[in-house]
């Protein structure tokens, strides 16, 4: 499986709502849509959201938390982090075709 930033928003948004109650992710979600600042997400008012993500990325071989990790993956972190995001998540349960039509075909 190639390995996308819709795979890893998608399986970031699957990890998250594991994580959480249902919700717990509807409050991330209504207090994202209401956060002015762009670089805050709710999900850490509930956990530490960033080892969710982590735990996504070690399962592909990528650690972020490595000497020059941050440099090697923190722009397909971020992206994969935004697109979740703007998804939100994805908590309706219907998978936007941005973060599933890349799964299809890999």
Do not use: Y
């Not at 002015?36 to 997400?41: A, D, G, V, Y």
């Amino acid at each position: 499986m190639q390995i996308t930033v819709q795979s890893l928003a998608l399986e970031f948004s699957h990890a998250l709502r594991s994580e959480l109650s249902a919700e717990e992710m509807r409050v991330v979600v209504r207090r994202n849509r209401a956060q002015l600042s762009p670089n805050i997400c709710h999900s850490h008012d509930f956990c530490d959201a960033n080892m969710v993500l982590h735990g996504v990325f070690l399962q592909h071989g990528m650690d972020a938390a490595d000497e020059g990790g941050m440099d090697r993956w923190g722009e397909l972190w971020d992206q994969a982090w935004n697109m979740a995001k703007a998804e939100e998540f994805l908590i309706s349960g219907h998978a936007n075709a941005r973060l599933t039509s890349s799964n299809r075909t890999a």
